[in-house]
């Protein structure tokens, strides 16, 4: 087992991450930008090195950086959380040929499962369900046009190299295809640099459920069960539950079995999710596979009693997984709300800034992951998200009640937060009975600008 290991993160995860070393005996080393110089888990961890400047370009984003520390401070292994560093081949190579264990999967599977375009043809090679489409790239308007007309309305345009809700558009009909990927181009060139455009057909009704699957370098995967994260806004997850309230036990087989053989087709090794869109009659096809540990981590933590970051460590180290299939129980139910810094009144925008009073929830049931304290200041240079909320029940609606009453108990000020935002959901009838899709909040959001309209007028 390694005796030191190197966060390459920050905020939540990097505190995560620490947590679980600490667990294992296993000494940490943080870096950091120099906006991060007071932050949580510099503090935390038994060592830190500063790598450079705030933009993450100039610090989280330089490998020679991360790999100088690693080296200066003898860490035999880096976590990279999720984001920055965690999905890019070339760094997970650099680690490999430094002599430096990387906690996640090996370079070749990152790259097969990076590019969409080229991941949709290993999974249909895999024999898992596919969302039918064209899945070569797209060069002009024209010929877009003429592909959804093949497909059949509505269409999805998306970019190969997308992810976060950019490079992504919804066309229901000829018009909006023909916009809709010149756009989508756009948006992926300056995004990704990497202007190719497919399409496929978009499911209506459409529910976000993904499966978590974890492998180790002796050929065993195994899939943890799936998580339901059909709440989202602007294709950013919101709120995340395990197990999904919707799928029947078959569907959950049968999805577990296709991320399975998906990941064995590409030698995974480590903690990963294999995402699909599941239409309301239960048809299931893959969206794309994250090769990382995710932000909702949490949930299936909870439901399994596993922990996802010790098992990556494990298995980074060469240990063989300790269970099997049969094995993996679940029990309960487990809710977790993305507490962010944005203003839920003003179309989300960020609110950095400097937290005058912070009282987080506890109790049975109540888990929060945060790197935020009374007194920290939220820089304006990274992502809005400040933590999770984490709440569990021996049933769905024990879990949703625990998260409505800590939502209520958790107290933020000098900043704006989604709280109240998320108190809305938890109490709104649709999501306590379970029924909602991807269009859940913007339904939401519709009803409520309606509701006020009608209070003006």
Request: neutral net charge; contains cysteine.
């Amino acid at each position: 087992m390694f005796k030191k290991i190197l966060i390459a993160n920050r905020g939540e995860i990097a505190c995560r991450v620490i947590k679980t070393a600490r667990k294992m005996g296993i000494k940490t080393v943080a870096v950091y930008s120099e906006a991060d110089k007071d932050a949580r888990h510099v503090e935390l961890a038994d060592e830190a090195v500063l790598i450079g400047p705030a933009p993450s370009r100039e610090s989280y984003l330089v490998a020679d950086k991360i790999i100088a520390a690693a080296k200066q401070t003898g860490a035999e292994a880096v976590h990279p959380g999720y984001g920055f560093l965690s999905e890019n081949e070339a760094f997970a190579k650099r680690c490999e040929d430094e002599g430096i264990a990387f906690i996640g999967p090996k370079h070749y599977s990152i790259a097969a499962m990076g590019d969409k375009i080229a991941s949709k043809k290993l999974a249909n090679e895999a024999k898992v369900n596919t969302i039918p489409g064209y899945n070569d790239a797209i060069d002009t308007p024209e010929q877009a046009v003429e592909i959804a007309k093949g497909i059949g309305y509505p269409v999805m345009i998306k970019a190969s190299a997308g992810g976060g809700g950019k490079g992504l558009r919804v066309a229901f009909n000829d018009k909006e295809a023909f916009e809709g990927f010149a756009s989508c181009r756009n948006e992926a060139r300056n995004s990704f640099g990497d202007d190719r455009v497919f399409i496929e057909k978009y499911v209506l009704e459409p529910r976000h459920i993904e499966i978590q699957i974890l492998g180790d370098s002796h050929g065993n995967v195994l899939y943890l069960h799936e998580r339901e994260c059909s709440i989202q806004r602007r294709h950013q997850k919101v709120i995340e539950e395990a197990p999904s309230p919707f799928i029947s036990d078959a569907t959950r087989k049968a999805m577990g079995e296709q991320a399975v053989a998906l990941a064995k087709a590409v030698k995974y090794q480590s903690a990963g999710t294999v995402e699909f869109v599941v239409g309301k009659d239960q048809d299931f096809y893959f969206l794309e596979m994250n090769t990382r540990l995710q932000v909702e981590h949490p949930v299936t933590e909870c439901i399994t009693g596993l922990d996802l970051v010790e098992q990556m460590i494990r298995v980074a180290a060469g240990e063989k997984l300790s269970f099997k299939q049969e094995d993996i129980k679940k029990t309960g139910w487990a809710i977790e709300c993305r507490i962010n810094a944005e203003d839920p009144f003003d179309d989300f925008r960020p609110s950095p800034g400097r937290i005058e009073m912070y009282y987080q929830p506890g109790g049975r049931g109540v888990r929060v992951d945060t790197h935020v304290y009374a007194g920290y200041t939220i820089p304006p240079t990274y992502d809005s998200m400040i933590g999770k909320l984490i709440a569990t029940g021996k049933d769905r609606r024990e879990a949703i009640d625990r998260m409505n009453r800590a939502l209520s108990e958790y107290m933020i000020s000098g900043i704006k937060t989604t709280i109240s935002f998320q108190q809305a959901i938890m109490q709104d009838p649709n999501f306590r009975r379970g029924v909602y899709s991807t269009g859940f909040i913007e339904q939401l959001l519709g009803s409520a600008r309606r509701e006020l309209i009608e209070e003006k007028t």
